[in-house]
């Protein structure tokens, strides 16, 4: 069991504990406006300097002899933050995890916190310029979204059940989709999202770079060769 799973999963894991969803936290925290203003500026989070760095080049500044190994410690540390959150512009304490099929339904069966929305992915937007709703949010960032025209999907419907958002989740997973659980930030949970590398700025700083961005799945894969019927799926 993971150190977030002791600490925050009330004997289970941590992202199926009820409580990191809860408006208690938000208001412990005066999350509405940390969020609203890191969502307005979210475009620029890439861009922007943290301790004299930024994300720009990234690739090149890591392979450089001590400067490398500075700049992935400093980018650990924000993304590890379990402190509350007082800078908006820093990704403070957003830390995910891959999360599969059966446990982000029970998340959104018995978790989320309503209303429940699925907004444009803002990975996509912004490294592809493409507007695809796949990202799915509760509770106060449902509220914070609407106030935001350009997350919000012109063609699919937006304000969801319970039972369209599974489904949705469900088609998205079908399509190859990784599934992934956020804090954002720490300790709020918030985001369900259905990732795609390279483009997602969580996955991919740990796939290219080796950051810990993201942690691997609660479960480990068994192959049954023995199976196997060449389906080819």
Not at 59 to 69: C, E
Not at 157 to 184: A, S
């Amino acid at each position: 069991m993971c150190d977030y799973c002791v600490k925050h999963g009330a004997g289970g894991k941590w992202y199926l504990n009820a409580r990191n969803y809860s408006n208690e936290i938000v208001e412990k925290y005066n999350l509405r406006d940390f969020l609203l203003e890191q969502y307005k500026n979210f475009e620029q989070i890439s861009i922007r300097k943290v301790g004299g760095f930024n994300a720009v080049g990234l690739g090149y500044k890591l392979q450089i002899p001590i400067i490398g190994r500075i700049v992935k410690h400093l980018a650990e540390r924000i993304l590890h933050r379990q402190k509350p959150p007082i800078n908006p512009f820093k990704p403070e304490g957003a830390i995910g995890q891959v999360v599969l099929l059966h446990d982000a339904i029970a998340i959104l069966e018995h978790c989320a916190a309503e209303p429940i929305i699925e907004k444009n992915c803002m990975c996509r937007y912004m490294s592809r310029g493409i507007k695809e709703a796949c990202c799915i949010n509760f509770g106060v960032m449902s509220e914070i979204i609407d106030k935001l025209p350009r997350f919000i999907p012109v063609k699919e419907k937006y304000q969801l059940t319970r039972k369209e958002v599974i489904e949705r989740f469900k088609k998205h997973n079908r399509k190859g989709h990784i599934g992934t659980i956020w804090y954002c930030p720490f300790p709020y949970i918030n985001n369900l999202c259905s990732c795609a590398n390279p483009e997602c700025a969580g996955i991919r700083p740990s796939l290219d770079f080796g950051i810990k961005s993201i942690y691997k799945a609660e479960y480990i894969a068994d192959i049954r060769q023995d199976l196997c019927q060449g389906c080819q799926a």
